[in-house]
């Protein structure tokens, strides 16, 4: 399997290969990894995708809780929005996590060394040719050039991806006019509290983005029209404008600074045939909600069992299929929302500023304060709505949930003990919230793949579980296939095995918790 690009989309793909017994390559044209603290945020469900991985708490050990946002209009605070313990209640990580790109990287670059892998630096993809049963890839590095075959490649490489390229897949969008900068910074002054401040004016925008360390932060501001005349050779002094005397901010040392215009592209097609596209080589769009690296994550994580099962067993190539469907309907549901949120940031109509500057700070500060906005907010940003409903993959309903639903966190018990920790083994499972039938327990022992029952509690109910349904639970954490009645579900879901994976699974386990 060739991986082309280093990036945490191709990190996560390649530690999910390798986890799973898969041979990788990853290869990056670049001579290291990123410096600088691109993407910050990590969601709620890349971290639940971490923990069964066995390194979630390391990202939270080394990230920074965003206990609140601040909103400033025109040098002035306007609301404190709490966010604390958002998701409480619907997944182990209820809170924002602030963790810069680069520290990001070298995580996962150490996990993925920890497992024999090493990344192939300076080397860059040429060309390559699909040739039905195989992909023949040549490879360029320090002059020389390399061709060798593959199963499988998956183009992790950017917005500008060479796979993306050679495969002539069209990536229709476009591109905003706005003109934005980013500097990594130390500071002092009110808004440096390790919290999140946002000014909304009439002419600027300013995000203040809290790093771990005292005085660190991140600034993403908008530039004005007048500055932005000659953007190849602004400075960070020629963006000090009013957002920045608005909120006093004192910046002592500039560590990083860049300016940038957004995008906003989905690519045609994830997939042709041997070959997939992945992260910013599929999607890009504005940075609104902190969307694209654990997006990229979400694609990572989806394609990499699919892909582990048909080298596996032949017959569950069909399981590749549903890669494009599933991931490249989010995408466009992403980008269409982003889109509508980034233009009512940074659009200059007299509305648009009416409702920046009167209307959200009054609005949105009382509408969280709302459980049931709350949570919708939270799900949203955090991606645990993420569903594949729609994809072929995915059948059945069962209580509230439906197939291609993300399985819902459920704590088991008064103590720490949740049905999320059967998931560290990364593969396929049937759950039961109540009492198992014999027949579900024999066709778990026939076909070689962990039962779960959980002794049923109230609460349970309230996630959406319905007692004594089946769920089959596929390797990402969403349900395959869901029945209501689980005595009656075992022809369902060895039907359902046998079409997608063969006739096993893995290691036989009847667990009840």
């Given amino acids: 399997m060739l991986i082309v690009g280093a990036g945490p989309t191709g990190l996560v793909l390649a530690l999910w290969l390798t986890r799973y017994g898969v041979r990788v390559r990853i290869i990056d044209k670049l001579a290291a990894s990123g410096t600088t603290s691109r993407a910050l945020a990590v969601q709620g469900r890349t971290l639940e995708f971490y923990q069964q991985f066995g390194f979630a708490q390391a990202v939270i050990d080394h990230g920074h809780k965003v206990a609140a946002v601040n909103l400033w209009v025109k040098g002035k605070p306007a609301a404190r929005i709490p966010l604390g313990d958002l998701g409480l209640g619907l997944t182990p990580f209820p809170f924002p996590i602030i963790f810069p790109q680069d520290e990001h990287e070298a995580l996962l670059i150490g996990r993925l060394s920890a ?34 075959s593959y199963a499988y490649l998956a183009g992790c490489d950017g917005a500008r991806s060479r796979v993306r390229e050679v495969l002539g897949v069209g990536f229709p969008g476009g591109t905003y006019d706005h003109l934005f900068y980013v500097a990594d910074v130390e500071a002092g002054g009110s808004a440096m509290n390790g919290e999140l401040h946002v000014d909304i004016d009439d002419a600027d925008f300013l995000g203040v983005f ?26 960070f002094e020629d963006v000090r404008g009013r957002a920045m005397q608005n909120l006093r901010i004192d910046v002592k040392h500039v560590n990083w600074f860049s300016t940038y215009r957004v995008h906003h592209r989905v690519a045609q097609q994830f997939r042709k045939s041997r070959a997939f596209l992945l992260g910013d080589a599929a999607h890009i769009h504005s940075p609104v909600g902190g969307q694209g690296m654990n997006t990229g994550i979400g694609d990572a994580v989806n394609l990499a069992w699919k892909l582990a099962a048909s080298l596996k067993e032949p017959r569950s190539s069909s399981l590749l299929d549903s890669y494009e469907p599933e991931r490249i309907a989010f995408a466009r549901r992403l980008v269409a929302t982003t889109d509508r949120a980034f233009t009512a940031v940074t659009s200059d109509t007299g509305f648009a500023r009416f409702v920046r500057t009167k209307v959200i700070p009054a609005l949105l500060p009382a509408l969280l304060r709302l459980p049931a906005m709350r949570r919708f907010a939270f799900r949203t940003v955090s991606q645990i709505a993420v569903n594949y409903r729609d ?26 003990e949740h049905n999320f920790a059967a998931l560290t083994s990364m593969d396929w499972q049937i759950h039961v919230y109540g009492d198992s039938p014999a027949s579900l327990r024999a066709l778990a022992d026939g076909r070689k793949i962990p039962l779960h029952v959980f002794p ?58």
């Fill in 115 to 148: 497992l024999g892998i090493e990344i192939e630096r300076q080397v860059e993809l040429a060309d390559f040719e699909d040739l039905g049963a195989e992909i023949r890839a040549t490879l360029r590095k320090a002059g020389t050039e390399e061709v060798g």
């Fill in 210 to 235: 809290p790093l771990q360390g005292t005085g660190k932060a991140r600034l993403i501001g908008s530039v004005r029209d007048d500055t932005a005349k000659d953007h190849e050779h602004l400075e």
């Fill in 391 to 416: 994809s072929p993959l995915n059948r059945g309903e069962a209580g509230k949930l439906r197939g291609g639903d993300r399985l819902p966190w459920v704590k088991i018990g008064r103590g720490e």
């Fill in 456 to 513: 049923w509690q109230a609460g349970m109910r309230q996630a959406g579980v319905l007692r004594n349904a089946a769920y089959l639970i596929r390797p990402d954490g969403y349900i395959g296939l869901a029945d209501a009645d689980a005595g009656a579900s075992a022809s369902l879901i060895d039907a359902y095995l046998s079409e997608n994976i063969g006739p096993f699974a893995g290691p036989a386990t009847v667990q009840v918790n």
